[in-house]
């Protein structure tokens, strides 16, 4: 006798798994089994990786910026001008990285992105003026801005709700990776073989990763390997309406100004990190390109702790029972308030408790950051999550230039004193949260107007 579901549908696929057994009278039942480890999880390390990448080659100028300020004599505004340029395109990157995303799917959107930027982080090794690095680093953000509006995308695709903040804190690990490979790698290279080589190696890295992602990524309805009990649980939150939504009509609602409000005020603060810290150590403490490895490693290994924590903590809070609204907040205000001490760090009598200070704050950016990207998914259907994503990020880019402008000029006028910026850096989350929760005092899916697809 043949074995049939008892729900009535079609035989089950080879792959899934089932529980069987013969009911009174004969007839032979198999019932779907939820798996543990379903293969979502390992699109969530292929988006790891590309965070990964992503920001060992945008960390690399940061990195050998003390380096190329010395050896190309920039000054701090030439410097902050430099990166200011990625930032400016990575926001207009991220405008239509995000729409390319929705329209054409991750899998090819992904793939375009991670070629351009893998060019572009090559292209630094001919740069030798402040011009020439300053359209590297914009043809860089432009490319590199794909990443984060296609992996919320592929988040919101391959996650029931209830995950979604968790795997997002997974693959925003994937900076933090990145952030340690980086000073790793790049002064090891640069003190061998060159500078130069740095970036030509690093961007090379890229085309690597794209021999995995293509054969791997389908969409989850499509692909050969995902169960049908996969599927179920990956669709097992409530239908949304399919619509073509214009562009700009999602400027009209508020849950988009929060989301884009909240990258403004924050995301600078991290760039500031990136770009700054190698600098903030050498003026403070004397720490050069072969010595910078050890503090940058620890800052990120422990703002590792903090993605995967703050995206479990929020996940776990929802399913104890507190509503995603202030499941989410909770986990926010949390990060706040651990980055006020951030003020303190120039302060710091010696270099590991500056390294300690900048720590917490780096681990909780990563807290905030992986349940910021999760509210986006929470209000807005799947088609306009890369789209949200990408105004949001577009916001926090425009922050990011205005930030880096005035750092370098307000270096420069106090004779590379950080006081101001690190007041800046410790007070920017509390503001945010406030404004999110004001702007959005209940987090819900918004009911999009648009012709029905």
Not at 101 to 123: K, P
Not at 184 to 194: E, F, M, Q, S, T
Not at 237 to 242: A, R, S, V
């Amino acid at each position: 006798m043949s074995a049939k579901r008892v729900d009535g549908q079609e035989p089950l696929a080879k792959n899934d798994p089932v529980v069987s057994g013969t009911m009174t009278g004969g007839e032979v039942f198999v019932e779907e089994r939820m798996p543990g480890f379903g293969y979502r999880w390992t699109i969530v390390a292929l988006l790891f990786f590309a965070a990964t990448i992503n920001y060992v080659d945008r960390g690399v100028l940061g990195i050998l910026g003390p380096t190329l300020t010395e050896e190309l004599g920039w000054t701090e505004a030439q410097y902050g001008d430099i990166i200011s340029w990625f930032s400016l395109a990575y926001g207009v990157g991220f405008l239509g990285m995000g729409r390319l995303m929705d329209r054409i799917g991750v899998r090819w959107g992904f793939t375009a992105a991670v070629v351009a930027w893998s060019l572009a982080a090559m292209a630094h090794a001919f740069a030798r003026t402040a011009t020439g690095f300053s359209v590297a680093r914009a043809a860089l953000g432009l490319g590199e801005a794909g990443n984060f509006p296609g992996a919320i995308k592929a988040t919101a695709e391959w996650f029931p709700k209830k995950e979604r903040a968790f795997a997002t804190g997974l693959l925003n690990a994937g900076t933090n990776v990145g952030a340690i490979a980086a000073p790793l790698l790049v002064p090891w290279i640069a003190l061998n073989w060159g500078w130069q080589m740095a970036f030509i190696a690093t961007g090379a890295v890229g085309f690597v990763w794209l021999l995995f992602w293509i054969p791997m990524y389908r969409d989850p309805q499509h692909h050969p390997r995902v169960s049908r009990a996969e599927l179920a649980h990956i669709r097992s939150d409530p239908p949304e309406p399919t619509q073509q939504i214009p562009w700009l009509s999602l400027l009209t609602y508020r849950q988009t100004w929060a989301v884009m409000l909240g990258k403004f005020l924050t995301d600078p603060i991290w760039w500031f990190y990136l770009y700054w810290l190698p600098k903030f150590l050498d003026a403070n403490f004397g720490i050069r390109l072969a010595g910078i490895a050890a503090p940058l490693i620890v800052i990120y290994l422990v703002a590792d702790v903090g993605s995967v924590g703050g995206g479990w903590f929020s996940s776990a809070l929802i399913k104890r029972g507190y509503s995603i609204n202030w499941g989410r907040k909770i986990a926010m205000g949390t990060a706040a308030l651990l980055i006020v001490p951030t003020m303190f760090a120039p302060a710091a009598n010696s270099l590991w408790v500056a390294v300690g200070i900048v720590s917490v704050a780096a681990a909780s950016h990563q807290w905030w950051s992986a349940n910021l990207y999760t509210i986006a998914s929470d209000m807005f259907p799947k088609q306009a999550v890369a789209s949200v994503i990408g105004l949001a990020g577009f916001a926090g880019a425009m922050g990011g230039v205005l930030f880096q402008r005035a750092t370098g000029r307000i270096l420069e006028a106090t004779n590379n004193n950080y006081t101001i910026i690190f007041m800046v850096c410790g007070s920017a989350y509390v503001i945010a949260w406030l404004v999110i929760h004001t702007i959005v005092p209940r987090l819900q899916q918004v009911e999009l107007e648009g012709p029905t697809a």
